[in-house]
């Protein structure tokens, strides 16, 4: 067997059960080669050793009395940093919130705290999750696994990484318009965005309320369903999370996909998709279609504005969201005080990146008199344009397959000056949040040594399809056993 830190939840939940190992052993293992490797790869702002610890101790405990272990329990997972955990610095990686300790946990922590998982830390991100890189982070790079000089994605970079490199079992990410699932194809591991509403928001700190989502970063399809099956469900702190009913996911996790109509939209991989992306996730679809599945290819005409829809509205809930940033309740405050307006003002000049003042000043145009209409009004209207494409084609096709980036990672700083060129990284995966649509992101190839990535987008709230379709293609290639060496 290869070191304990390489298994997956439910290879770990298997070894613990059977008391082969013990959840201390497991998060040694883990710690050790957080250790090992986390000076080249950078992908935790915060590391927890002790909490960890101290929580492997009570899940043994736990697991020994042999009642009411889950099979999340003692097993050593990795937090976005912008997911609220009490009493543990969480700094969505600004300046801004560079010393906040949060009084409260996530909804999703809670869960997992329930369920006596084991937290390893915080993992690196682009500043309040607004970019596709990890570069925009107040604090450092994190570096994808598979070679050091290239980016892991983003904007939950550090998660896929951390996931990637074996420094933890599995990860949360956010989703605001690709966030978990172009970084997990960038560094070749299996990440979803649920349904909009299928998980509580609560404790997330917001970008963009009506787009942000948390989803899973795992090594296998397995891991994701459990993880799932921990996240979801509705709860009375967001208004926006839904009370539908939560299956058991892993039930889902059939490989068959006989009579399973599947929709290619043409439009996902139009200009600025690489040959070898497309060529490889057309093979999947080939794959599939092998196993019994059908395949054709159709037309969402309303996608090619997906991109300029998405940066109306995004900044401009950002612009909203981050007003609450202004040196008075908590985190950064200028030591240059001038007066109220003065020190607001310098405080948001200092805390702020470039990245994310550039989108707050977007946003606050798109939303300011005389030009709500023109940009914010009609930026929505486009939204259900969208919206509108994908229940049209969900009357035919059970799911639609297209590219999850459009090229596998890029060189760090290759992009910095060409910003257009950073945000065409998440074409492919913006057109599902603004409409709310469950999707996942798994590995189906590589170039150049570098992860390609499959996207497998579902109806609202059938995640057991996409699931169904990410297992049949993964039970029939062993894309996911490839681990980058360190």
Not at 38 to 53: C, G, H, N
Not at 113 to 125: D, E, I, L, P, S
Not at 256 to 263: A, E, N, P, S, Y
Not at 314 to 328: C, H, M, Q, T
Request: charged share 20%; glycine share 8%.
């Amino acid at each position: 067997m290869n070191g304990l830190h390489t298994l997956t939840i439910h290879e770990a939940y298997d070894l613990l059960r059977k008391r082969e190992i013990s959840s201390r052993e497991l998060t040694q293992a883990v710690l050790e080669r957080i250790e090992a490797v986390e000076p080249r790869v950078r992908a935790y702002i915060t590391l927890t050793p002790d909490l960890a610890m101290q929580q492997a101790e009570e899940a043994d405990s736990l697991l020994q009395a042999g009642d009411g272990a889950d099979v999340l329990t003692g097993i050593p997972i990795a937090l976005k940093d912008n997911l609220c955990t009490r009493g543990v610095l969480t700094t969505c990686a600004s300046k801004i919130l560079q010393n906040f300790v949060p009084p409260f946990d996530a909804h999703v922590v809670e869960q997992l705290r329930q369920r006596y998982a084991v937290f390893t830390g915080k993992t690196n991100m682009d500043e309040f999750a607004m970019g596709s890189s990890t570069e925009n982070s107040a604090f450092f790079v994190t570096r994808n696994p598979w070679n050091l000089d290239c980016v892991p994605g983003g904007s939950s970079g550090g998660s896929a990484a951390a996931v990637a490199a074996d420094m933890c079992i599995a990860a949360l990410g956010s989703d605001t318009g690709g966030s978990i699932r172009q970084p997990a194809a960038l560094c070749g591991v299996v990440g979803m965005k649920p349904t909009y509403g299928r998980v509580s928001r609560y404790g997330l700190v917001a970008y963009a309320s009506s787009l942000d989502q948390i989803g899973p970063i795992t090594k296998d399809v397995t891991d994701c369903a459990i993880l799932l099956n921990a996240i979801c469900g509705k709860d009375r702190r967001d208004s926006t999370s839904v009370d539908v009913p939560v299956p058991d996911f892993t039930a889902a996790l059939v490989s068959d996909v006989k009579g399973l109509r599947i929709g290619v939209p043409k439009e996902f991989f139009a200009q600025g998709v690489a040959p070898e992306v497309a060529e490889a996730v057309y093979q999947a679809v080939r794959l599939l279609e092998n196993l019994g599945a059908t395949a054709e290819e159709t037309s969402l005409p309303y996608i090619e504005y997906g991109l300029a829809c998405y940066y109306i509205l995004a900044p401009a809930e950002a612009s909203s969201n981050l007003a609450r940033y202004d040196g008075v309740k908590y985190g950064w405050r200028t030591q240059e005080l001038a007066g109220h307006i003065g020190m607001v003002e310098k405080t948001r000049g200092e805390g702020f990146g470039a990245e994310v003042k550039q989108r707050i000043m977007i946003g606050t145009y798109a939303l300011s008199a005389g030009y709500y209409d023109a940009y914010y009004l009609k930026a929505q209207q486009v939204r259900t344009l969208i919206r509108r494409d994908f229940d049209r084609a969900f009357e035919q096709y059970d799911v639609l397959i297209t590219p999850t980036s459009p090229t596998v990672a890029f060189r760090i700083g290759e992009k910095a000056d060409d910003p257009l060129a950073m945000k065409l990284a998440d074409v492919c995966t913006i057109p599902v949040n603004i409409a709310g649509l469950p999707a996942l992101a798994m590995p189906c190839g590589f170039h150049n040594g570098l992860p390609i990535g499959l996207q497998i987008i579902g109806k609202p709230w059938d995640e057991e399809t996409v699931l169904r379709v990410a297992y049949t293609f993964e039970q029939a290639t062993d894309w996911h056993r490839h681990r980058p060496v360190l």
